[in-house]
């Protein structure tokens, strides 16, 4: 009798120390995407926070962009997805995140830190914490300053205006044999920077489009030119449809284009493509008629309605939005800190190369001169709908298929017949 | 009489052996032979059918009719939503947007310009690209079928590009053909000065075709090949005892029985040229502008591509190119029909 229950007791017992572990855990995905190696470095910070919990495990799911802005919202809208996820598109889907405010131990913290920018990320009037901006990216331009340096002219100081910087790449690319005085990215994000500084309003105060408008046109006009005056290379802007992304990063690292357009989230992948191959400087944005602002962007971690462990995400969020882990996260990183007490304070970022804290710097800089139009954009529901019809349709100027005109009356008819189609 | 699935008949040692092993099978084939022969003897021959086609038309309603069917929904709903649920009924409306043109013979006068630029460059695309892969696998297939050293060799290597993913065929042209591409390096080395290729309209669509001809030629050859083995030899020892030119032979046997197998090739290579999307995507991205942007790329870019999709339009647009492609696919249907019935009369 006694071996009786001794052979019922014995698996019973084993069973349950073996799976008492695994069934204390909870599993907490996170898909995640990397510039840089801002994926190396959240995983060694995860790995810390799972000692300190070993309640949590937390899974990482490192996908490519892409699968961000695919995938991701196809999950989303049929009710599933990660626990947490890194996006750039915080607005158009924000209905799809977890409001963390009842579940965070200090609320206060958050909207003292991150209040800025939590609107980019929850409907207007909201007062959600949907989750934190990991970093701030600012558009702006990089020079090769080695290739000045060899033509022998100076670079342009702050408050120069694009009039007086084209001639100069232009000159330098002459002098040099270098084949792009200047590349910009190919995305309507990208020239909206210049745009505004030009006067484009871009929005209304009661959030309606104000595209094309003066500002539009005359830095389209200048897009155009630079194209047909070989500043600007033909397969960038030209050389592809739609609202397809084309970069410059290669042809830059490559030593091919003088002034390349892009932002600050460039910084770590030239500190490590280009190294000491040449200076690459950033320099402040050209200035236009009205102004010399870039766009504010930036990646948001947010937790995600459908969790079945909203008490988990927000340990998590907190652990990760806490300010000595975005602190290290931000200095390994080499990010534009969204924290406001790191903005304030300082973060001294791990790298030697002059190039990267010349560059930190200057985007820094940036931030302070952002017109608030630049930063009101990205919290615009429908912004990718302006900045896609923008791209489009300039490219099919650049291309020869639009006369300037056309595209943008073109532009005006897409946005409307896209928001229409979106507000249904 | 006994029954097999009881025992295995035991014979040699090798039989016995094969009996043991099969008495397995045996026993299901029994299991399933008695339904269906009660299912014979209730409801006749045709519910034989019925059956065996069943679990084949189940996977076929499933997986093509079901997505069919709810594609055709979508096309008569507009939003942002992803789930019928969600999304608004809107009639013939987006019909009605891709057809709102006011000169149909300029894309751009169209409401939606890229559906119809997207339109007009698949049908370049298809009268030149079709004629060319047409063209190049006849010629490759007369070499390949005389005998020659190396036609395995040959033929293999004619046919490689086919087993090369479209993306693969995409980026390796894309390379080829870039600013500091092999194609310029080539035409510098030459003392020539090479061009950005893939930058101006003309060449982006010359590159597109050629790029995809060379890509499938190989898959048509191959056809054409069997086309060409089928023909009787005695055909040709005829012509030649009559003194027969070979030129002559080549009109007057070769390409006329080959004809049949070459209609094939033609139908099979316009439904792909009216489906092309991948390889000229990921080598043109359908630029410049517009000039090789094709229309899946349009039904790809307008349902899933932006970041607010219009899955309405798309389904409408892919609901069009897709009576294009029945056209097409009845095309070939009837011309395999009229074949086998020459063949079995």
Redesign the interface.
Known sequence: MAYRHLNLALPLLAGTLLASPALAQTEIRIMWYSDGNEGEVVADLLERFEAEHPEIDIVLDEVAYQTI??NL??QL??GRGPDIARVT?LQ?LNEHWLDLRPHLSDPAYWEENFGSFLDWMRPAGSDAIPGFVTQLTVTGPFINATLFQQAGVEVPEQGATWEEWIPALRQVAEATGV?IPLAMDRSGHRFSGPAISYGAQLIDDEGNPVVPDDGIRAMAENIVNWHQDGTM???LW???????Y?GANQEFANA?VVMYFSGSWQIAQFANQIGDAFDWWAVPNPCGTAACTGMAGGAGLVGIAYTEHPEEVATVMEYLASEPVIREFTARTLFLPAHAGLASSGVDYVSDDPNVARALDVFLAEVGRLEPKAIAMQAYR?N??LY?AII?RL??V?????TLD?ALA?ME?DIA??IA??S? | MTDETERPITSTPLASLRAAAFWPLRLVMNLIDRPLTWLQATFGQRAMIVFFLLPNMAIFGIFVMLPLVINVIYSFT??????LDDR?G?GFEQYQ?LFDCRDFTDP?SC?Q??FWAGVYNTLTFMLLQVPAVALTALVTALVLNREMRGRGFWRAIFFFPVLLSPVVVGLIWKWIL???GLLNALLNGLGLEGT?W??D?FWAMFWAIFVSTWAHMGFYTLILLAGLQSIPRDLYEAADMDGTSRPRALLRITLPLLWPTMLVVLILALIRAVQIFDEVYVL??????????MLV?YIY?TG?????R?L??AAAASILMGLVLMVLTLLQLGIAARRSREVAG
Not at chain 2, 284 to 293: D, I, V
């Open positions: 802005q695919e919202p196809v809208e049929s598109n158009t084949p290379a033909q397969e030209g050389g592809v449809s739609g609202t397809t084309v091919e429908f990718s709908i896609g489009t490219g099919q650049v291309a020869g298929e639009l056309d073109r008819v017949d896209q189609e979106a249904r | 507009g939003g942002s939503a992803l789930f608004v809107v947007t751009f409401r310009d890229a870039e600013r500091n950005v893939l930058g309209s043109t991205g359908g630029g410049p502008g517009t000039s090789t942007q790329q870019q899933f591509a932006a970041l607010l219009n309405g339009l």
